[in-house]
């Protein structure tokens, strides 16, 4: 779903994101390569990581611990990570997954630059985001594709990938085909 109307470059829009959105973005690198990240700093804001807690605005993020030592890929590498439940400030839930042992424990403080985005991956330790000021950075709100609502097709390339139709019984994730975004 689009955010406000701009014809030059095919998107529509309808609204401004809000804190929490996942978000469909072209990296401001670029400007070409999509990215899709959760909102998570808006104009103005501040954002720091501080002994691995997160705080907005100078106030900690709610995180409540709902599962341990699930494994997941990052690229080739196979990670333990915990999952939590966060709460943003707008009462926005969602669930991330951290690194169980090594996890980004401190950064600066980055203030979100007028008409731009602060955005994060839900995979905390395995996501180019925000936080890397020099390849994803903050993110202009012309970079902006649209708000994400579904997802259409899941495929696992660590079992197989789209072009490999011969291994499609191993590789797609029928049970996330058409899920609704939280």
């Given at each position: 779903?689009?955010?406000?109307?701009?014809?030059?470059?095919?998107r529509?829009?309808?609204?401004?994101?809000?804190?929490?959105?996942?978000?469909v973005?072209?990296?401001?690198?670029?400007n070409?390569?999509?990215?899709?990240?959760?909102?998570?700093?808006l104009?103005?804001?501040?954002?720091?990581?501080?002994?691995?807690?997160?705080?907005?605005?100078?106030?900690k993020?709610?995180?409540i611990?709902?599962?341990?030592?699930?494994?997941?890929?990052?690229?080739?590498?196979?990670?333990?990570?915990?999952?939590?439940?966060?709460?943003?400030?707008?009462?926005?839930?969602?669930?991330?997954v951290?690194?169980?042992?090594?996890?980004?424990?401190?950064?600066?403080?980055f203030?979100?630059?007028?008409?731009?985005?602060?955005?994060?991956?839900?995979?905390?330790?395995?996501?180019?985001?925000s936080?890397?000021?020099g390849?994803v950075?903050?993110?202009?709100?012309?970079?902006?594709?649209?708000?994400?609502?579904?997802?259409?097709?899941?495929?696992?390339k660590?079992?197989?990938?789209?072009?490999?139709?011969?291994?499609w019984?191993?590789?797609?994730?029928?049970?996330?085909?058409?899920?609704?975004?939280?």
């Amino acid at each position: 779903m689009p955010f406000s109307p701009n014809f030059s470059n095919d998107r529509y829009f309808s609204k401004s994101p809000v804190r929490g959105d996942i978000v469909v973005f072209k990296t401001p690198a670029d400007n070409r390569t999509d990215y899709i990240k959760r909102l998570i700093g808006l104009p103005g804001d501040s954002f720091q990581i501080i002994e691995g807690d997160f705080y907005l605005n100078n106030e900690k993020i709610q995180r409540i611990k709902i599962n341990s030592i699930e494994k997941i890929y990052c690229g080739n590498e196979i990670l333990n990570v915990n999952t939590y439940e966060e709460t943003l400030p707008n009462n926005k839930k969602y669930l991330a997954v951290y690194r169980k042992e090594g996890t980004m424990l401190n950064t600066d403080k980055f203030i979100v630059p007028n008409n731009h985005y602060f955005f994060m991956g839900d995979n905390r330790d395995c996501s180019k985001d925000s936080r890397f000021l020099g390849s994803v950075g903050y993110v202009h709100f012309n970079n902006l594709v649209g708000k994400a609502s579904l997802i259409f097709f899941s495929n696992d390339k660590q079992k197989g990938g789209f072009i490999k139709f011969w291994k499609w019984n191993k590789s797609l994730r029928i049970e996330r085909f058409f899920k609704k975004i939280q």
